[in-house]
């Protein structure tokens, strides 16, 4: 599975994105795509999912600013982020992750920068 994301970029506090990410290869089976996020010297964490059957998940700190959007036909999962504070700068990963056989793949991640 091989995952292409695009989106980020440099953003004013307050501003918005829209992240993409495309899934191609052996798509298959109960899965779920979604988004992680690290930031500078922490440790890669949860931003939000979407699983296959149409349930998503979301960090706490997310708080309603973002939203995750899947397009099972296309195999894409697209990540809508407002109200950007420079705490949410940091390098965005797509994820996708077979549920039974919980074999997981990432994307080379696009980087989120907003400014103060």
């Known amino acids: 599975v091989q995952l292409q994301a695009s989106g980020g970029g440099l953003v004013q506090a307050g501003g918005s994105l829209r992240l993409s990410c495309a899934a191609s290869?052996?798509?298959?089976?109960?899965?779920?795509m979604g988004w992680y996020r690290q930031a500078q010297g922490k440790e890669r964490e949860l931003v939000a999912l979407s699983f296959s059957g149409g349930v998503a998940t979301y960090a706490d700190f997310v708080k309603g600013r973002f939203t995750i959007f899947r397009d099972n036909t296309k195999n894409t999962v697209a990540l809508q982020v407002n109200s950007l504070n420079p705490d949410d700068t940091a390098k965005y990963y797509c994820?996708?992750?077979?549920?039974?056989?919980?074999?997981?793949?990432w994307g080379m991640g696009t980087q989120v920068t907003v400014s103060s």
């Open positions: 994820h996708y992750r077979r549920l039974i056989s919980r074999d997981g793949y």
């Open positions: 290869g052996s798509i298959f089976g109960a899965n779920v």
